[in-house]
């Protein structure tokens, strides 16, 4: 029998939500949450709600998800409670009615929208959880059926278009800034929401977003605003299609010369850059650069020196917080309300050998040369080779990627390889400005002054 939820007042007054087949829906403000109400008075995951078949009739069990969280029904307070058929719920300040055996029918105005589609109104795919409806050849999901909602109360000006990517506090998607006509697509990276009461990721998150609004850098993703409200906390950017260097190397793609050394020449300026305004880029880590088929690169992923954190938090008023405990054997459960997982330590807070590349410069030189090796080669450069040997098999991989009428490889160039690969580590580079200014001037002994080409 047909079963859902009747809301009375709150920001979806005189909606229907059908549960459908659905034997377990978690409600709260949280986007991640099965039915999300952007009432700032719930919690992130306020109360789940388990349906099953009574004797007679569908039943439900309505059940709060935390200790200060209390569930009214027909104005009584619950810890957990069981519902039946024209039970009314106050959840914050949105009143909702348990309905059953035929009573909460679909909206009228249209045939079921397949799930997965995209809403007209809002731009999210049509959930599971409550599906949705085609009206005049338009998809609808649930909550913008009646055509009132161009777009989510609780997104304001910005339109989700799909998830992208996530990592242990963030969730990133595509959307659109309709303040621009036409709309500006950007990346929206929206912090979880039972990660927004954890002082120590609120405080890294709002301190990042601030330095990525502040740094004009073509090596760095352009940020545009960093947005906080009762219902979002989240950073708009600049939204990158393109590969990331891991990507790259993984299909053995082979980048002309110029190109090669044009890639690393912007991976130098970076971390020059970065240290000079205490940003820690850490380890260069393939899967953290965006690589374009022009030969751009940016990185999109760093922490920052504790000066410049504590500096930032002042100006932008992020919490207070303690600091890291330190490591323990144990790995915790990454969601559980006070652990400290391994993958949210790393968030946090730089590990010990990436403090070490940003502390020593010098530590950058080998991975910069073996990133060249590989992106002019196509191969990576083998451990166990003489350095000779190593220079010849650089000199015929890129050999064989120049056209005919390239000319023959400078001869500075294997000099940077052998600067930046000696077995001797007192033989390599020792600061990245030599490094930068002999690829300058083997780009120009390749013709390439400042640019790709």
Sequence with gaps: MPCGFRIHTGPYAGKIFPAGTSRRIVIGRALEADFTIPDPSLAPFHCEIELYEGVSRRMARA??????IAIEVEGVPFDEVLLKSGDVIRLGETVIE????????????GNRARVGRTCTACGLPVPRLGGGRVVLGRTYCWHCVDLRLTVRRDLGRYRFLRKIGRNIAEVIYAAEDLSFDPP?????????????????VLRRFLTRGAVACALEHPAF?????????????????????????????ARGARLPLRRALYVVLQLADALQLARREKIIVGRLRPHHIR???????????????????????????????EPLPPRTSEDPEPYAPDSISEDLRRYLEPPPRDLAHYEDESLDIRPLGTLLFQLATGTSPPRECRLEELLERFRRGVAAGLEPAAGAIPELVPQVLTRCLHPVRQRRYHRLLELRQDIRDALAALGVLGAAQ
Excluded: C
């Excluded at 309905?99 to 009228?108: D, F, L, N, R």
């Excluded at 940020?223 to 260097?245: C, G, K």
């Design 63 to 68: 059940r709060a998800l935390g200790p200060e």
């Design 98 to 109: 348990f309905v059953e055996g035929g009573s909460a029918k679909e909206p009228p105005g």
């Design 184 to 200: 500006r697509r950007i990346a929206m990276r929206v912090l979880k929401s039972e990660r927004v009461r954890d002082a120590r």
């Design 221 to 249: 993703p352009r940020a545009y605003s960093l947005i906080q409200r009762p219902e979002l906390t989240a950073l708009s950017e600049e939204l990158l299609d393109w590969p990331s260097l891991e990507e790259w190397l």
């Design 291 to 321: 690589l374009s088929e022009e030969g751009r690169v940016q990185i999109v992923s760093y922490w920052l020196a504790p000066e410049l954190e504590q500096k930032v938090a002042e100006r932008v008023g992020a919490p207070q917080a």
